[in-house]
């Protein structure tokens, strides 16, 4: 079991940069891929970026690549994804989730943990 706490979301103005964190309980976070999502009003929830459980493999939604970055600090329990470059589009409440399975698949082919997720606001 793993617990998913994210964190830094805001209200920015478009062109600024934000850095979500996510916080994990459990010692297995580091065997775990991990991925973040986000929930645009009245949209379905979208894949943004995922990173395997070394943090050597990464891959990303068309949409977000070269401006969003999803790293890992193993020995901190942690996941992050710096925004760059942010767009009014990018509006969404941010997810981060947990694949589950220690060194599974890649690219995970679903996750079974997830955060309770954080609102990032992009005004134009």
């Known amino acids: 079991q793993v617990q998913l706490v994210e964190s830094g979301g805001g209200l920015v103005q478009a062109g600024s940069s934000l850095r979500l964190s996510c916080a994990a309980s459990?010692?297995?976070?580091?065997?775990?891929?991990m991925g973040w999502f986000r929930q645009a009003p009245g949209k379905e929830r979208e894949f943004v970026a995922a990173i395997n459980w070394s943090g050597g493999r990464s891959r990303y939604a068309d949409s977000v690549k070269g401006r969003f970055t999803i790293s890992r600090d193993n020995a901190k329990n942690t996941v992050y994804l710096q925004m760059n470059s942010l767009k009014p589009e990018d509006t969404a409440v941010y997810y981060c989730?947990?694949?589950?399975?220690?060194?599974?698949?890649?690219?995970?082919?679903?996750?079974?943990?997830w955060g309770q997720g954080t609102q990032v606001t992009v005004s134009s």
């Open positions: 989730a947990a694949d589950g399975f220690q060194y599974g698949n890649w690219p995970p082919p679903g996750y079974n943990y």
């Open positions: 459990g010692r297995t976070f580091s065997t775990y891929a």
